[in-house]
T-cell receptor, first 114, second 111 residues
Framework: EAAVTQSPRNKVTVTGGNVTLSCRQT?????MYWYRQDTGHGLRLIHY???????QIGDVPDGYKATRTTQEDFFLLLELASPSQTSLYFC?????????????FGPGTRLTVL | GEQVEQLPSILRVQEGSSASINCTYE??????FPWYKQEPGENPKLIID?????ERKQTQGLIVLLDKKAKRFSLHITDTQPGDSAMYFC??????????FGTGTSLLVDP
């Protein structure tokens, strides 16, 4: 089974703060994703990438930047955090972007913006 | 983009009975429909999926039905057990191979 890890697992910051969420996958998957999970909204795609140096815009990208530095590592950046970004963030990876590829999720990062 | 509606948001059943969750989608080009289960405090995990060239798929007490004409798909859990209590998400793969998830169904199975 794919191994996806995230750090930190919990983070508290203040409005206007700068936050970086990290994700690493060790199964040589090409695609990586950042989702946020909120009650009543399910999982919503923020950004995704199909390889090092690549970035694709998801469905709720406003206020977020992302960077894929290597095949293994994908980062989500909140440069001016706002309370509306308080959420549970999941990273996921898949071998391909299509072809019915299963997405493997990390354990999640709970972010609180005060 | 794709929109996926999922109902009900909360479902409570007795152990041994069946549970059904329904989802509808908008993009007729969507061709892959996975279901993910998320246990409390855990990450979502794929439990079953169906492709657009199929109408029915069954595995280990789970049945998925797909009606492409109605743009509707559903998950049926037969003989529910307390271990089936979890959040369930449907999803549809559409443009750019992105998955769009439904809003989730919280299933509670009473012993």
């Amino acid at each position: 089974e794919a191994a996806v890890t995230q750090s930190p697992r919990n983070k508290v910051t203040v409005t206007g703060g700068n936050v970086t969420l990290s994700c690493r996958q060790t199964n040589s998957h090409n695609y990586m994703y950042w989702y946020r999970q909120d009650t009543g909204h399910g999982l919503r795609l923020i950004h995704y990438s199909y390889g090092a140096g690549n970035l694709q815009i998801g469905d709720v990208p406003d206020g977020y930047k992302a960077t894929r530095t290597t095949q293994e590592d994908f980062f989500l950046l909140l440069e001016l955090a706002s309370p509306s970004q308080t959420s549970l963030y999941f990273c996921a990876s898949s071998e391909t972007g299509g072809n019915y590829a299963e997405q493997f999720f990390g354990p999640g990062t709970r972010l609180t913006v005060l | 983009g794709e929109q996926v509606e999922q109902l009900p948001s909360i479902l409570r059943v007795q152990e041994g009975s069946s549970a059904s969750i329904n989802c509808t989608y908008e993009n007729s080009a969507s061709n892959y429909f996975p279901w993910y289960k998320q246990e409390p405090g855990e990450n979502p995990k794929l439990i079953i999926d169906i492709r657009s060239n199929m109408e029915r798929k069954q595995t280990q007490g789970l049945i998925v039905l797909l009606d492409k004409k109605a743009k509707r798909f559903s998950l049926h859990i037969t003989d529910t057990q307390p271990g089936d209590s979890a959040m369930y998400f449907c999803a549809a793969e559409g443009e750019g191979y992105k998955l769009t998830f439904g809003t989730g169904t919280s299933l509670l199975v009473d012993p």
